[in-house]
C-alpha cells in the first residue's frame, strides 16, 4: 500500500476546497494506505475546537496521523491543551523526514 | 548524519503576501541543516524571491528606524540556506523560471540563483527523492 | 518517473499571463518529453468549458491582442497524449454538463481518486 503525506495549508474557514481535500485523506486510509495529514499555516486552525474541527477529528479517530505545527500553533496562539482530540503538534521537520522517506507529498 | 537525500521544492509565491513563502523557506532550511542536495524551481511570483533589490526600510509606526526595524528580506534567506547546505555538505540549487523572469523584470538575483525552464524542473524532479510542489492559492 | 499534476485554482493571473500558468507548464514539461498527466479539480473544471472566452483586455490605447485560450489548451494537452482527468462531483456541484465540455476527457468521482494517485509516482497540486 501507499504512503501519503498530504499537507493542508489552507483552512475551512476560508476555502470550501480544504474539506476535500482533508477528506481524500481519510479515503486514502480508508483504503489501507498509511496517511498524515501535516495541517501548517492557517490549516491548524480547525485544530482548536471549533465549528470544522469534527472532519479533522473523525480522521485523527480513523487511521490518519494527524499533526498539526508546531510553529503554525505557537503563531496563532493555540496551546497544546486547545488541540482537538487526536491532533497532534509536531516539528515541520517531519514534513522533511516523510519527503526523505519518499512519501508521495501533496501539498493544498 | 542523516543519510543525505535530494529534495526539490517548487514554489509559485512572491514574497511578503503570504506564508507559504516562509514555510518554504523553512523547508529549505531544515534540508539544507541535514546537508541535503536542494533544488528549488522558483515558478512564477517566487523569482522576486531571491531578487537583489530587495531593500529594508524603516517602520514609523513602531517608532523604528532602518536598523531598529531590521526587516527581513527573503534573498538573504536565499544566500544563507545556500551556504548552510554547502556548511553541511549538500548544495542548494535554485532555479528561476526564465520567462516568469522576463515578464516580471526581476533578472536582478542573488548570487548561487540561475535561469531555468520547465525542463529543469522536470530533471530536477526526475533525479530527486522526492518533490514537494507549493502551489500559491 | 509518471507525475500528476492537479490543477484546482482556476482563472489566477489567466488573463496577463494569456495562459493558465499550470496548463502552461505541464505543456511544456511535455514537450520536455515528461510522462504527466492532469487532473482539474475545484473551479478549475471550468477549464474544459468549450464557450468559454475572455474578452481582451483594454487600459488607455494599451489593447491586449489575445486572450487565454483554456479549453483550447486543455485539448491541446489531450493531443499530445497528456491524460486530462476531472472529477465529476466538481462538475455536478457546478452545474455542468458533459456536452458543454471538450472532448477526450476522463471523468474520475472523488472515491476513484486514490486509485489515480497510486498510478503516478508523483502528485503535484499547483
Known sequence: MGQY????????????????????????????????????????LPARRSAHSSLLEALAADKVEVLADEFSLQERGISTNRLISGVKAAPLDVVVDQLAQGRKAIWH | MAEKKTLTFATMDPPFENARTTTAMRLIDIAARRGYDINVFAY????????????????????HDVEAEDHPLPREWVVAVIKEAEKNGGKVDWVNCGLCVDERGAAD????????????????????????VIPTK | MKALNIIESAYRATL???????????????????????????????????????????????????????????????????????????????????????????????????????????????
Open chain 2, 44 to 63: 512564477e511570483g517566487a523569482v522576486y524571491v531571491p531578487f537583489a533589490q530587495q531593500a529594508q526600510h524603516p517602520n514609523a509606526v513602531h517608532g
Open chain 2, 109 to 132: 538575483s542573488v548570487a548561487g540563483v540561475r535561469r531555468g525552464t520547465p525542463a529543469d524542473f522536470w530533471s530536477m524532479a526526475s533525479g530527486s527523492d522526492n518533490t514537494l
Open chain 1, 5 to 44: 503525506l498530504l499537507i493542508e495549508s489552507r483552512d475551512p474557514f476560508d476555502s470550501g476546497d480544504a474539506k476535500n481535500f482533508c477528506e481524500l485523506a481519510g479515503v486514502l486510509a480508508k483504503l489501507g494506505h498509511t496517511v498524515t495529514l501535516f495541517l501548517v499555516q492557517n490549516g491548524v
Open chain 3, 16 to 126: 496577463e499571463e494569456q495562459d493558465d500558468p499550470i496548463v502552461w507548464i505541464t505543456h511544456a514539461m511535455k514537450g520536455a518529453g515528461a510522462d504527466v498527466n492532469v487532473l482539474l479539480r475545484g473551479n478549475a473544471v471550468n477549464y474544459a468549458v468549450k464557450a468559454q472566452g475572455a474578452p481582451t483586455l483594454a487600459f488607455g490605447d494599451r489593447q491586449q491582442k489575445h486572450g487565454p485560450h483554456l479549453a483550447e489548451d486543455v485539448s491541446g494537452l489531450i493531443g499530445k497524449g497528456v491524460e486530462v482527468y476531472l472529477v465529476k462531483e466538481d462538475l455536478t456541484d457546478r452545474g455542468l454538463e458533459d456536452e458543454e465540455l471538450t472532448d477526450g476527457l476522463k471523468h474520475v468521482s472523488r472515491a476513484e481518486l486514490p486509485e489515480l494517485l497510486e498510478q503516478h509516482d508523483r502528485v503535484w497540486h499547483w
